[in-house]
């Protein structure tokens, strides 16, 4: 089982706004990563550390983190950000160990 | 701009052993603070993390597959490799490579391979 614990899914009415969030005890100690993943391709990085944005990526993606939860939000959703959203950080051992979460399917209607 | 390339067999029998190289281009894997890492994804499911090298050698692996796996790089052919021994059909799944950047309190995982999809079956 996971470390981190995602919503399975998610929806949201197009324009509007998207919170998605990542449970865990390491996100007390360590920042997620979140990735955002359409079927039949590889992962793709949105948001790392902080609040970072990989360069390519849209500003209507933000993180946040508070206590074990990290959240993503997509401010503005669009239908092209309808796909699966992994979280992932280091696992609680303090062994550099990484974990992803279950993911969570973004729906945009 | 670093791209990476999975490469090797896509039928395994079980209780073989899977290997797969990964190939990085538009960078030299030796430059820079940079692990690279092997995450796998069954069909319909999630991403779970294997492992990862620094190009020194050292590596720290999944708890749950550690005693299966080895992953190896090749900085002279700038590849690192996949090992998994003793495979059944619960490894059959899309095994990507990745760059990991790591910093003082969390990885990410900034460059991916597109994947290649390894089917465990006799």
């Known amino acids: 089982s996971s470390e981190l614990t995602q919503d399975p899914a998610v929806s949201v009415a197009l324009g509007q706004t998207v919170r998605i969030t990542c449970q865990g005890d390491s996100l007390r100690s360590y920042y997620a990563s979140w990735y955002q993943q359409k079927p039949g391709q590889a992962p793709v990085l949105v948001i790392y550390g902080k609040n970072n944005r990989p360069s390519g990526i849209p500003d209507r993606f933000s993180g946040s983190s508070s206590g074990n939860t990290a959240s993503l939000t997509i401010t503005g959703a669009q239908a092209e950000d309808e796909a699966d959203y992994y979280c992932n950080s280091r696992d609680s051992s303090g062994n550099h160990h990484v974990v992803f979460g279950g993911g969570t399917k973004l729906t945009v209607l | 701009q670093v791209q990476l390339q999975e490469s090797g067999p896509g039928l395994v029998k079980p209780s073989q052993t899977l290997s797969l190289t990964c190939t990085v281009s538009g960078g030299s894997i030796s430059s820079g603070s940079y692990y690279w890492s092997w995450i796998r994804q069954p069909a319909g499911k999630g991403l779970e993390w294997i492992g990862r090298i620094y190009t020194s050698g050292s590596t720290n692996y999944n708890p749950s597959l550690k005693s299966r796996v080895t992953i190896s790089v090749d900085t002279s052919k700038n590849q690192f490799s996949l090992k998994l021994s003793s495979v059944t059909a619960a490894d059959t799944a899309v095994y990507y490579c990745?760059?990991?950047?790591?910093?003082?309190?969390?990885?990410?995982?900034?460059?991916w391979g597109q994947g290649t999809l390894v089917t465990v079956s006799s």
């Open positions: 990745a760059r990991v950047v790591g910093r003082g309190d969390y990885d990410y995982f900034d460059y």
